[in-house]
């Protein structure tokens, strides 16, 4: 059974810090996706990480993969209020994608 | 880009009614995807299809049924109502070696 960790679920900062939010997942699968999601919103593909060492990089939002210690991390650089939302990670089995819980991510001023 | 639609952005129905949930994609993907969304349950597959008429169950299927009459039109279908249905749905497709899956805005159901 896949099973995907994120932590933390609940991550409060203040702009302009830096933080990281950690994915850990079971398989080995040599693909991870992260979405975000906004309130009342659906979900919007972030990155999606295709092999082991891939790094990718949006704006303030830095994503890798480590496959070997099944891990991926999304790196939040000089964080903004516009940051503020939920992010998921997901590992594939076939074309199913298995999520974590999500991390809910609040930037205050 | 890559458009997923859901028929409604909102959906109030009666226990016991069948509904509808309707998702349209207009970039020829094979697969697509029914999920709901639940506070601190996070994203549940209900069903997921991988071709025209084709469908698997997913994790919490009891209660849905779904179909895919064309590649474009996933539905899913509860045959009769209950409360502990009201959630949020969303469609989502994918295709390709990448399978990234798009998701739909959603469907916000209600069940009284």
């Known amino acids: 059974e896949l099973k995907v960790e994120q932590n933390p679920l609940f991550l409060s900062m203040q702009e302009g810090k830096n933080y990281t939010i950690y994915c850990n997942y079971s398989?080995?699968?040599?693909?991870l996706y992260w979405y975000r999601q906004d309130p009342g919103k659906s979900l919007e593909s972030l990155f999606v990480?295709?092999?082991?060492?891939a790094v990718k990089q949006e704006g303030r939002l830095m994503a890798s993969l480590d496959t070997k210690a099944r891990l991926s991390t999304l790196h939040i650089t000089a964080a903004v209020h516009d940051l503020s939302a939920t992010y998921f990670c997901?590992?594939?089995?076939?074309?199913?994608?298995?999520f974590g819980e999500g991390t809910q991510l609040t930037v205050n001023p | 880009d890559v458009k997923v639609t859901q028929s409604s952005r909102y959906l109030v129905k009666r226990t016991g009614e069948k509904v509808f949930l309707e998702c349209v994609q207009d970039?020829?993907?094979?697969?697509m995807f029914w999920y709901r969304q639940d506070p601190g349950l996070g994203l549940r597959l209900i069903y997921f299809s991988y071709d025209v008429k084709m469908k698997e169950k997913g994790d919490i299927p009891e209660g849905y049924s779904v179909s895919r009459e064309k590649k474009e039109r996933f539905s899913l279908i509860l045959e009769s109502a209950s409360t502990n249905q009201t959630s949020m749905y969303l469609c989502?497709?994918?295709?390709?070696?990448?399978?990234?899956?798009?998701f739909g805005p959603g469907t916000r159901l209600t069940v009284l």
């Open positions: 398989t080995t699968s040599d693909r």
């Open positions: 997901g590992e594939t089995s076939g074309s199913r994608l298995t």
């Open positions: 990480l295709l092999s082991n060492g």
């Open positions: 989502a497709s994918s295709s390709g070696a990448y399978n990234e899956q798009f």
């Open positions: 970039m020829d993907h094979e697969n």
